[in-house]
């Protein structure tokens, strides 16, 4: 049940993300909301819940953006592999941890992107413009990605508390076949 939880979740910043923020001038410069999503996934959650997930949220993306196909895919699945080698080495408990893991994904996202467009477009690619955008996407990760992750990992609890109540009273009036 815990993949219902995760897929409201990614539609509902899909949503957020294509819609609402670029309307909005304050947050022009927000990164990859959903990246916080593979990130919370590669530190707390096991290989079976989150592999699902990330396709599906990497199949959706790549379906609503005009880049590559398979771009957002591959690159949430590197950053979900560097995600869970990162955390055998460190503690994903640290407030210190969360505040630059989130960061360092964004920036190892906008490098996957940044090679990506490089190479398919190298003769209209301005670098001078990259470097401010990237660094507000930072800031942005930095102020926002550790209380992205606290909240996920609260309604996480708050879902399993549920469903583990929910079932325990089914449990209690016998099995239907």
Known sequence: MNYLLYIFLCLVLILIQTTVIHTLPLFNGVYDILAVIVIFLGLYRNLRESIPVILFIGFTMDNLYNGPFGLYLTVYLWLYACIRWCSVYFNVRSILFLALIVPAGVLFENIIFLGSFAMFNADSFHYSDIYGVV????????????????LLNFSHSIWNRWFNLQTSEQKGHGRCF
């Open 135 to 150: 660094a507000e996407q930072i800031i942005w990760a930095m102020i926002t990605g550790p209380a992205i992750l606290i």
